[in-house]
């Protein structure tokens, strides 16, 4: 027995057909709808486009040369004594800071609104600079 018969053996069994009903659109046969097809290109086509071998060791060859002016700027902080869960703490706190800094904006946004002012107009009210 081949895989084919097997494969359909193992499919459940399909209902009574109701004449009228399609799972196509009128005029669409089997032919024409085809196989799925991404949007991304596949790497032989992305090749083909023009991304040869020398320009692939051109991209490595600079994302090696940034990992190594990244790998000196830390070593830096490290010298003037800053420790690398320090920095990671100073990070989470600002993204902590503009996380907060960004509700606070929208809220100006809807008393704006509200009040039918600009947000700018605002700033006064509440003690904040426009530059801020």
């Known amino acids: 027995m081949d895989a084919a018969s097997q494969e359909e053996r193992s499919l459940p069994a399909r209902g009574p057909r109701t004449p009228g009903l399609r799972r196509t659109e009128p005029g669409l046969n089997r032919s024409s709808r085809g196989a799925f097809r991404s949007p991304r290109p596949s790497p032989t086509s992305v090749q083909a486009v023009g991304t040869s071998e020398e320009s692939l060791?051109?991209?490595?060859q600079k994302l090696k040369e940034k990992k190594a002016m990244l790998d000196k700027e830390l070593t830096q902080l490290i010298s003037r004594g800053y420790s690398v869960?320090?920095?990671?703490?100073?990070?989470?706190q600002l993204h902590e800071y503009n996380d907060i800094k960004d509700v606070g904006q929208m809220l100006l946004?809807?008393?704006a609104m509200i009040r039918g002012c600009t947000t700018k107009d605002l700033y006064p009210e509440f003690g904040l600079d426009v530059d801020d």
């Open 85 to 92: 869960n320090e920095l990671e703490e100073h990070i989470t």
């Open 109 to 111: 946004g809807k008393l």
């Open 57 to 60: 060791h051109l991209d490595i």
